[in-house]
T-cell receptor
Framework: GAGVSQSPRYKVAKRGQDVALRCDPI?????LFWYQQALGQGPEFLTY????????KSGLPSDRFFAERPEGSVSTLKIQRTQQEDSAVYLC?????????????FGPGTRLTVT | DQQVKQNSPSLSVQEGRISILNCDYT??????FLWYKKYPAEGPTFLIS?????DKNEDGRFTVFLNKSAKHLSLHIVPSQPGDSAVYFC???????????????FGQGTRLTINP
């Protein structure tokens, strides 16, 4: 079966533009996570969905970041008025479990460069 | 504040020898620990994990050791193979939370290079 897919793989945005990053989790996975990975660092948690419900958004760095998963499958991370510090790889991960969803399956990421 | 630390950015090991990657953590609420492996242009892939009720977990060539009193874990790879060359991330998670979100807290990663 297919793994987690993300699109686009690479995105270049001018400062101030809005961007939308898509994640297609593994079919049937109820838990979905977004992480941000800066250059030379490990991934950092942004937000978590259980089906369509966004249960934790404590890692979103500002109100310019917004995520949704309206039908409990595909998720979109939107960044408004992008800034240079938003440049990073954005990783999506899914897990088949609701609780103890430690073992997460990651997509290849979207590399966002803000110029 | 970095709750999970991997103090060695890189490690070079000869093929066939043992690779030891280290990780330290500060949050005593962490009760589950994982190692992920990452190749360039790919997402991290799960390698091995350990619950805080254990001190060792083994899977083939990979063994993870946990020392709770020292808040330290390590990953041993024996014998090391060229295909093991990758970036390795240590990650940790707190116990069962309200509504079950199990976010992972990652270290900075260690780049392992296996030399033929």
């Amino acid at each position: 079966g297919a793994g987690v897919s993300q699109s686009p793989r690479y995105k270049v945005a001018k400062r101030g533009q809005d961007v939308a990053l898509r994640c297609d989790p593994i079919s049937g996975h109820v838990s979905l996570f977004w992480y941000q990975q800066a250059l030379g660092q490990g991934p950092e948690f942004l937000t978590y969905f259980q089906n369509e419900a966004q249960l934790d958004k404590s890692g979103l760095p500002s109100d310019r970041f917004f995520a949704e998963r309206p039908e409990g499958s595909v998720s979109t991370l939107k960044i408004q008025r992008t800034q240079q510090e938003d440049s990073a790889v954005y990783l999506c991960a899914s897990s088949p479990k609701r609780t103890r969803s430690y073992e997460q399956y990651f997509g290849p990421g979207t590399r966002l460069t803000v110029t | 504040d970095q709750q999970v630390k991997q103090n060695s950015p890189s490690l070079s090991v000869q093929e066939g020898r043992i690779s030891i990657l280290n990780c330290d953590y500060t949050n005593s609420m962490f009760d589950y620990f994982l190692w992920y492996k990452k190749y360039p242009a790919e997402g991290p892939t799960f390698l091995i994990s350990i619950s805080s009720i254990k001190d060792k977990n083994e899977d083939g060539r990979f063994t993870v050791f946990l020392n709770k009193s020292a808040k330290h874990l390590s990953l041993h790879i024996v014998p090391s193979q060229p295909g093991d060359s990758a970036v390795y991330f240590c990650a940790a998670s707190e116990g069962v939370r309200v509504r079950g979100a199990q976010k992972l807290v990652f270290g900075q990663g260690t780049r392992l290079t296996i030399n033929p």
